[in-house]
């Protein structure tokens, strides 16, 4: 099947990915504490019906925290894999999850798109939310090689 060169490779593009999304993640969320980033986020909270009704009950600075614990939580679970499999599959799905819910950002957002001429035209805010795309992936690439390992364990 893989030859050894080739799964070394393998072995060092999942440790990349998952230790870079973990980074990621940790570092985003810790971000969620600082008042520049409660700023940077607002559009994106206030247009979405979901996040909308929580910034009304909780108001910005508390749901801009409880969304960086959130992801702070995915990311250590997601470095958890060595020693945690299972855990590690958990917040793989949730970070999923995170990338799931800000890449429905670009249907709710209005400063996700520059004005319409011709075809649609991404923002520099909806530049910014695509590359969840990718992370999405990764996300979902290393929940599947954390079960794997767990069936093994």
Request: hydrophobic share 45%; aromatic share 8%; no cysteine.
């Amino acid at each position: 099947m893989y030859s050894t060169a080739g799964k070394g490779l393998q072995s060092t593009g999942f440790s990349t990915i998952r230790y870079g999304l973990a980074l990621n993640l940790l570092s985003i969320g810790r971000l969620k504490f600082e008042s520049y980033e409660v700023d940077n986020i607002r559009p994106l909270i206030a247009a979405s019906p979901v996040f909308s009704r929580l910034l009304t009950q909780l108001g910005e600075q508390k749901l801009a925290r409880v969304i960086g614990v959130t992801e702070m939580v995915a990311g250590s679970l997601i470095a958890a894999k060595p020693f945690a499999p299972k855990a590690s599959a958990l917040g793989s799905l949730g970070a999923a999850g995170i990338f799931a819910t800000t890449l429905s950002f670009l249907a709710t957002t209005p400063e996700a798109w520059q004005e319409r001429r011709g075809e649609p035209k991404l923002s520099l805010a909806g530049q910014f939310l695509v590359k969840d795309i990718v992370l999405l992936g990764a996300s979902l690439l290393t929940a599947a090689e954390s079960l794997q390992a767990e069936q093994h364990t």
